[in-house]
């Protein structure tokens, strides 16, 4: 094996978080509504597979040769029924690797429309979809709780491997669970989490 030949094969892949199985472009939709800012919401369906009838952000898995924004972006335009040229992609948001094997890149996006009941939202993903004031986040914070994040091992682990064995001093961690409530709508997970991200961004927090 050659030094070039080791040089060439890393250089030409692709880099990615180790572990990660799926990835997902997300897309946060401002609208301009009566002179005022607004983040748009979905509630998916309650016949899709994946969090029926949960709220979200346009978004989903990214397809082969597709980059994160070009997979949020043409998820946005499947799901809301926009067109392309009708969504401009504002900047990329801070990225997320939850404890579930997966990748989740959020942009913030701004959709030239008038009126929201100019979207042909695609009824086999989305049940409904409405807005929240971006003021209404800038003047409420989320409720916060956290998971602990343990690890359950195997009983054929090989502790006899490792030093300490049954002892080792495993890593734990906390993962944040956001919870807005506006009007009769509970907004949380991942949803609420990109949410606080660009609200903390807005505040010049981060």
């Known amino acids: 094996m050659y030094l070039n030949l080791i040089k060439k094969r890393v250089n030409e892949s692709n880099i990615k978080p180790l572990g990660v199985k799926a990835e997902y472009g997300v897309l946060l939709p401002i609208v ?24 979200s952000f346009p978004g989903g898995k990214i397809e082969k040769a597709e980059s994160p924004r070009e997979a949020a972006l043409r998820e946005t335009v499947e799901e809301l029924g926009i067109d392309q040229s009708k969504v401009e992609i504002l900047g990329q948001l801070d990225y997320l690797i939850p404890p579930f094997n997966i990748a989740l890149y959020p942009f913030l996006g701004y ?5 929201i009941k100019e979207l042909k939202i695609n009824k086999a993903e989305v049940k409904d979809i409405f807005l929240v004031p971006i003021n209404y986040f800038l003047e409420n914070e989320p409720e916060r709780h956290l998971i ?6 195997n009983e054929n682990f090989p502790y006899h491997l490792i030093k300490n064995g049954k002892d080792y001093d495993w890593r734990d ?19 609420a989490r990109f949410t606080r991200n660009l609200i903390d961004k807005i505040k010049n927090k981060q």
Do not use: A
């Open 111 to 115: 959709l030239k429309i008038e009126n």
């Open 32 to 55: 301009k509504v009566n002179k005022k800012l607004h983040l748009l919401y979905e509630i998916r369906s309650e016949e899709i597979g994946t969090q029926p009838g949960e709220i």
């Open 148 to 153: 602990n994040c343990k690890h359950e091992i």
């Open 173 to 191: 961690g906390e993962y944040p669970i956001n919870f807005y409530e506006y009007k009769n709508h509970i907004i949380w997970g991942m949803t």
